[in-house]
């Protein structure tokens, strides 16, 4: 192996170069480039830009709707790969593909599905208008609608642990008296907790930047159902520039700081797998 990679250094330093300028070109330029726009003026016009009431409303609904898809998916991606790893049932590879549509269906796509299904020509619209329950163009569509593009993140992290770490310790567990909770908790979760939180980060990420799916049921109302990224957008087109790269800043910080946990629960994670392994 070290004689094939003599061998090929000038491969070597083609692929490590290209990937640098790719990433620079298409990731990193781009990033500065929102941050230099939004304190091109200073500090001050960034603040009052960010301070804004309408600002601070799309950014608390986004954190909002963030979190109440966080928790939903943390739960059903712990019972979903709980369901998938520890029994088997018909349908099981049908469970794992509906798992999965999210990642291949777009974002409008899934927008469009919860317009048809609860607004005006929807079958669920005749009891929701008798009961006076509001869900597109509402805070609830925008949860729902980020719930649905960012379930399987969850799933798909916790799964591959479960599958590799077996059912012997648990088998184990009950057999020794140990009911379905304390055997969770005691064995199950203390070799996922590391999957389960890179899964969570990534969840976080994803409904944090969501615009497609959110931006159908929104309704672009302003100060009620738009997000951060909503509000970006319409900045964007009223020529508002500089407030409009003021608020992805925030969304750029945002990513950052995910990507710091991110690369925090990755080293922590690998050497919790060395500490085992030895």
């Known amino acids: 192996m070290d004689g094939w990679r003599r061998g090929n250094g000038t491969l070597r330093v ?4 290209f990937s640098f300028v ?3 070109v298409f990731l990193v330029l781009p990033l500065c480039q929102v941050l230099w726009k939004a304190f091109e003026f200073g ?23 963030t979190v109440a898809a966080v928790i939903c998916n943390t739960a059903f991606g712990l019972c979903a790969a709980w369901a998938v790893t520890r029994f088997s049932f018909r349908g099981k590879g049908f469970l ?23 607004g005006r020509l929807g079958w669920a619209y005749p009891f929701l208008s008798a009961h006076d329950i509001k869900i597109v163009f509402a805070v609830p569509g925008l949860v729902l609608a980020t719930i ?11 799964i591959p642990v479960l599958t590799a770490r077996g059912t012997d310790e648990e088998e184990a567990a009950v057999l020794m008296g140990s009911g379905f909770f304390t055997t969770f908790r005691r064995v199950t979760l203390p070799h996922i907790r590391w999957a389960l939180l890179y ?18 049921v ?31 800043a925030i969304l750029v910080a945002t990513a950052v700081l995910i990507l710091v946990a991110r690369n925090i629960v990755e080293g922590i994670s690998r050497k919790d797998a060395d500490y085992y392994v030895r």
């Not at 309408?54 to 609904?61: G, P, S, V």
């Not at 509906?98 to 796509?109: C, K, M, N, R």
């Not at 649905?148 to 916790?158: D, L, S, Y």
């Not at 944090?208 to 799916?213: D, I, L, N, S, V």
């Open 14 to 17: 083609f692929l490590i170069a």
């Open 22 to 24: 790719f990433i620079t």
């Open 43 to 65: 500090f001050r016009p960034f603040w009052e830009s960010v301070s804004d009431q309408y600002a601070l409303k799309a950014l608390k609904l986004s954190v909002l709707t």
């Open 96 to 118: 794992i593909t509906l798992i999965d549509i999210p990642f291949a269906v777009s974002p409008v796509i899934a927008g469009l599905v919860f317009i048809m299904t609860f």
């Open 148 to 158: 649905f593009v960012t379930f399987p993140f969850v799933a798909r992290e916790i």
């Open 199 to 216: 899964g969570v980060i990534l969840c976080t990420a994803r409904a944090m930047g969501e615009f497609g799916a959110v931006s159908v």
């Open 218 to 248: 929104s309704g672009h109302l302003r100060g009620r159902t738009n997000t951060l990224p909503l509000h970006i957008e319409i900045l964007f087109r009223e020529y508002h520039t500089l407030q409009s790269f003021s608020a992805a």
